[in-house]
Nanobody, 115 residues
């Protein structure tokens, strides 16, 4: 059973930084593509960043140059470093992995950016 647990969310002023973490279990982490999604108030869930088992990364345009996804295969963790945060980044952030034909989600962590 795949389990994803996010942490690191909180309240931050615009221009500030946060680092999200996701601890994964029940998955062969070394071969799993991991991702971060977010859902803002009144918005649909959207993909933010992904990282493959080989370390290749992809970002949605709105976060390019500000967010960095990384992984630590020794600890089965994936991170999202978020810099220069903007009001529009306010959302619940979810860790994700598509593993053996099934989408798996964490419970989410709230990120609130204030002016």
């Amino acid at each position: 059973q795949v389990r994803l647990v996010e942490s690191g969310g909180g309240l931050v002023q615009a221009g500030g930084s946060l680092r999200l973490s996701c601890a994964a279990s029940g998955v062969n982490f070394k071969i799993a593509t991991m991702g971060w999604f977010r859902q803002g108030p009144g918005k649909q869930r959207e993909g933010v960043a992904t990282i493959t088992s080989g370390g290749s990364t992809n970002y949605t345009d709105s976060v390019k140059g500000r967010f960095t996804i990384s992984r630590d295969n020794a600890w089965n963790k994936v991170y999202l470093q978020m810099n220069s945060l903007e009001l529009e980044d306010t959302a619940v952030y979810y860790c994700n992995t598509y593993y053996y034909g099934k989408n798996n989600w964490g419970q989410g962590t709230q990120v609130t950016v204030s002016s």
